[in-house]
Antibody
Framework: QVQLQESGPGLVKPSETLSLTCTVS????????WSWIRQPPGKGLEWIGY???????TYSHSLRSRVTISVDTANNQFSLRVTSVTAADTAVYYC?????????????????WGQGSLVTVSS | QSVLTQPPSVSGAPGQRVTFFCTGS?????????VHWYQQIPGTAPKLVLF???NRPSGVPDRFSASKSGTSASLAISGLQAEDEADYYC???????????FGGGTKLTV
C-alpha cells in the first residue's frame, strides 16, 4: 500500500523559509506526478505545484516566485521550499501522488495523499 | 476567489439524493480539462471519489456519480448516509493560468 508522509518544522518565523519533505513508501516514485497542496485553517484547498519523477516542476502562478519543488528519486522523496513566508502561509500542507491515465486529460487526479503537516508562521 | 465556483453548502436527509455543482469557464472545464472530485472529512486528508469526469476509484460506492457538460461539472450522491457528511471539492486544469485549480468547496450536511 502506497503511503506518503510529510515531515518538517511546524513553526517558521516570518520572512524565513518553509521546508517540507514528503517520503513515499510502498511504491516507486517513478512515472507519477508529485504535488503539494495546502489548506489554510478553515479554508479550502490551494494547489502549490508539482514535480514529475524526471524532475520537471510546475508551480502555481500565484506562488511561483517563492516556491521550489525538488525530487530525490534515490530516497523516494520530494520536497517543498517556500521563501519569505508570512502569516498568510500558515496552513496544513499536503503532499499527494497524481497519475495520468491513458485517454484522460490534465490534471492527473491525486489518488494518494499524506496526512498533512500543519505549518504555522509566527515569531 | 476560486477559478472554479462551488456553492458553499448543500444539505439533504438520509436516503435522499444531492447534487454538487462546479462552474468553470472555457479555459478550464470548457477547454476539455478533466474534472475530479474529492471528499474531505474535517481533520483528515482529502480523498479522491471521482476522477476523469465520471470514473469512480475502486472502493467508492456506486452511490457516487458525476458528469460534465460545457463549462460545468456535477457530483451526485444518492441514498445519502450520515458518513457522507464532509466537504467536497472539484478540481480541474486551467490552461490560461497553467494551474491545477480547486473549487472553493461545498459543505454537505446530512
Amino acid at each position: 500500500q502506497v503511503q506518503l508522509q510529510e515531515s518538517g518544522p511546524g513553526l517558521v518565523k516570518p520572512s524565513e523559509t518553509l521546508s517540507l519533505t514528503c517520503t513515499v513508501s510502498g511504491g516507486s516514485i517513478s512515472d507519477y506526478y508529485w504535488s503539494w497542496i495546502r489548506q489554510p485553517p478553515g479554508k479550502g484547498l490551494e494547489w502549490i505545484g508539482y514535480i514529475t519523477s524526471s524532475g520537471s516542476p510546475t508551480y502555481s502562478h500565484s506562488l511561483r516566485s517563492r516556491v521550489t519543488i525538488s525530487v530525490d528519486t534515490a530516497n523516494n522523496q520530494f520536497s517543498l521550499r517556500v521563501t519569505s513566508v508570512t502569516a498568510a502561509d500558515t496552513a496544513v500542507y499536503y503532499c499527494a501522488r497524481g497519475i495520468l491515465r491513458d485517454g484522460h486529460n490534465f490534471p492527473p487526479p491525486s489518488d494518494y495523499w499524506g496526512q498533512g503537516s500543519l505549518v504555522t508562521v509566527s515569531s | 476567489q476560486s477559478v472554479l465556483t462551488q456553492p458553499p453548502s448543500v444539505s439533504g436527509a438520509p436516503g435522499q439524493r444531492v447534487t454538487f455543482f462546479c462552474t468553470g469557464s472555457y479555459s478550464n472545464i470548457g477547454a476539455g480539462s478533466d474534472v475530479h472530485w474529492y471528499q474531505q472529512i474535517p481533520g483528515t486528508a482529502p480523498k479522491l471519489v471521482l476522477f476523469g469526469n465520471t470514473n469512480r476509484p475502486s472502493g467508492v460506492p456506486d452511490r457516487f456519480s458525476a458528469s460534465k457538460s460545457g463549462t460545468s461539472a456535477s457530483l451526485a450522491i444518492s441514498g445519502l448516509q450520515a458518513e457522507d457528511e464532509a466537504d467536497y471539492y472539484c478540481q480541474s486544469y486551467d490552461s490560461g493560468l497553467n494551474d491545477w485549480v480547486f473549487g472553493g468547496g461545498t459543505k454537505l450536511t446530512v
